[in-house]
């Protein structure tokens, strides 16, 4: 194996241990997710930084910046349209569980800071830009975006194990017992992967980070605020 190789297998490594020790944290750690989000998004920066890739190489160099905030504002355009078209449909409307009526500080402070700073950003940096770029360097589109989104959907394990509407929601369809759980985890990894795919594909379409991370933060936004007014 070369020495460019090992390098790259390393630095590898240690994006899985970063997002592996996050998830620990996370899980130790009660009230922390702004705060590992934060810490893995400095821990990404420090092994961008140490393999020596560029901003191009993750999708952020100044030049794509407007194609990634028009294919941005596209698919969160789309995003809207799937979420407004879903509530009309009054099963899909009454199998959303209630609000828990947070006040409008603590919602604001969930849209404008917890979710992009403590969940997209991180992610996105992680399997958009990082993980895709390394795996560029070994793989073909195909492959790196698979394998990118195969361990976004992983990612999503714990956290539909979680509490949450999404999860409530779920446990509604398949149950709360052993067999709806297996269900709703095998549910939500095949369905964060499969989001994987298509935010890889706005990713390398637009050539920019900003397009996935824009339709991203539009999914999680807009499922808070579809949670609050059901």
């Known amino acids: 194996m070369s020495e460019t190789s090992i390098r790259n297998s390393r630095a590898l490594g240690l994006v899985l241990a970063a997002l592996v020790a996050a998830l620990a944290v996370e899980r130790a750690v009660s009230g922390g997710h702004l705060a ?6 400095a821990g990404l920066l420090v092994i961008t930084r140490a393999e020596g890739l560029a901003a191009a190489d993750l999708g952020l160099a100044r030049p794509t910046w407007p194609a990634g905030l028009r294919w941005g504002a596209a698919a969160a355009a789309v995003v809207g349209a799937c979420y407004a078209l879903a509530y009309l449909i009054t099963p899909v409307r009454q199998a959303i569980p209630e609000g828990d ?3 409008a500080r603590a919602v604001l402070w969930a849209l404008l800071v917890v ?3 403590g969940t997209v950003l991180p992610e996105e940096l ?18 790196r975006t698979l394998l990118s989104s195969g361990l976004f959907g992983l990612w999503h394990i714990l956290a539909s194990l979680g509490g949450g509407p999404a999860n409530a929601a779920m446990v509604d369809v398949v149950g709360g017992d052993a067999a ?8 939500t990894v095949l369905f964060t992967t499969l989001g994987g795919v298509v935010l890889c594909w706005l990713r390398l379409r637009s050539g920019s980070l900003l397009a996935p991370l824009l339709a ?15």
């Open 126 to 143: 992680a399997f958009r830009g990082l993980l895709l770029a390394l795996l560029g360097r070994r793989y073909g589109v195909l492959t």
């Open 180 to 187: 709806g759980t297996v269900a709703r985890v095998i549910a």
């Open 101 to 103: 009526g947070d006040p």
């Open 216 to 230: 991203h933060w539009t999914v999680n936004a807009l499922g808070v605020i579809v949670t609050l007014v059901a």
């Open 36 to 41: 590992v989000g934060l810490g893995l998004t």
């Open 115 to 117: 979710i992009p700073l």
